[in-house]
């Protein structure tokens, strides 16, 4: 199949994926694609996943890390500018097999170009020295399929374990969970002082060799349509964490002057049905009326915090604060 070579002008994550799924919906089908792209600080979960399983809810805010739901399945992954992203999209028959080595198999050639040998292992990893460096999804629909990897070449692996560490609540869905992997970069094994940009060079010149393939322009027009799609799913928080599965999640927090809390929560389309406290902790409210009063509201900060704003939280519980609070219901 001839190729058409896209590579994404932007590092924001929302556009990213809204132009994959243009390139997979719109575009010309006679052609595969072959993508490169980069995300800035960004964790992407699978579309199945439960947004509130997979991330250090208090760690991303700090550091202003962006959080997005993908199409595809599998597990969450972290992203930054050390990291590129490729994507194949090409026809494959419905029914057939998920076949994850077709599309690895071109990067495991590429590397082995630059003196770096990696190898296929399970269903959706590559691996040098036993650890991974590329995690694989897919997502297919009417005969075509989008086939995308991350590259890990210099990213900030302390980051990686951080944003994708959740807190020991216990939380019950049937969100398909991330395995987690040991992890490492491509640029201990590349030649000595390669550089991202010069191994991305490397990447498309073997790509532009293996397949018959001219680069393809984005038009304004196309700019255009694939800021719709991020404006109608990918910047909302309905998409990125509303689709989540249900779940129920208890958390157990000890406040200062105030003492432990125990919430127990019922989420259903990212809205709480039933919310329920617990503990020793000192207050003369009933706590029933703070519940009726989060029940209906989506588990979102902006909505928390206006509902509960005009609401003396101290009569329910001792010493509280909104934001300690707050940051009990969302971390």
């Not at 089908?29 to 600080?41: A, E, I, P, T, V």
């Not at 550091?63 to 199409?71: A, P």
């Not at 490492?184 to 532009?208: C, D, R, W």
């Not at 902006?302 to 909104?322: E, I, Q, V």
Request: aromatic share 10%; proline share 4%; hydrophobic share 40%.
């Amino acid at each position: 199949m001839r190729m058409k070579y896209i590579r994404s002008p932007r590092i924001d994550p929302s556009f990213n994926l809204a132009l994959e799924q243009y390139v997979f919906d719109a575009l010309d089908r006679s052609f595969g694609y072959f993508m490169l792209w980069q995300n800035d600080n960004t964790i992407v979960v699978g579309k199945h996943q439960n947004t509130v399983e997979e991330i250090n809810a208090a760690y991303v805010r700090e550091h202003g890390i962006q959080v997005v739901r993908r199409l595809s399945g599998g597990g969450a992954v972290y992203h930054d500018l050390g990291n590129l992203c490729f994507t194949f999209i090409t026809d494959q028959k419905d029914g057939v097999p998920f076949d994850f080595s077709l599309f690895c198999r071109p990067v495991v050639r590429a590397l082995a170009e630059i003196g770096v040998t990696a190898e296929i292992s399970g269903r959706n990893d590559i691996l040098i020295d036993g650890q991974k460096f590329s995690g694989n999804a897919q997502y297919r629909k009417q005969g075509r399929v989008m086939h995308h990897g991350t590259l890990l070449f210099d990213s900030d692996l302390d980051v990686v374990g951080q944003a994708l560490r959740v807190p020991e609540d216990k939380i019950a869905s049937k969100g398909i969970k991330s395995v987690r992997s040991r992890v490492t970069n491509i640029k201990p094994y590349a030649p000595e002082g390669m550089t991202l940009s010069a191994f991305e060079a490397a990447l498309v010149s073997h790509m532009f060799q293996e397949f018959e393939m001219e680069e393809l322009p984005l038009a304004p027009a196309d700019l255009a349509e694939v800021e719709r799609l991020r404006q109608e799913r990918y910047v909302k928080w309905e998409w990125n964490y509303g689709f989540s599965p249900s779940f129920q999640i208890q958390k157990s927090r000890r406040v200062e002057n105030c003492g432990r809390i125990e919430v127990r929560m019922n989420v259903e389309d990212g809205v709480i049905r039933d919310i329920d406290f617990h503990g020793d902790y000192f207050g003369d409210g009933d706590p029933a009326e703070l519940s009726e009063r989060l029940k209906g509201l989506p588990l979102r900060e902006d909505a928390l915090r206006s509902s509960l704003s005009t609401l003396h939280l101290p009569d329910y519980f001792s010493n509280m604060d909104l934001e300690t609070f707050l940051s009990i219901l969302l971390q």
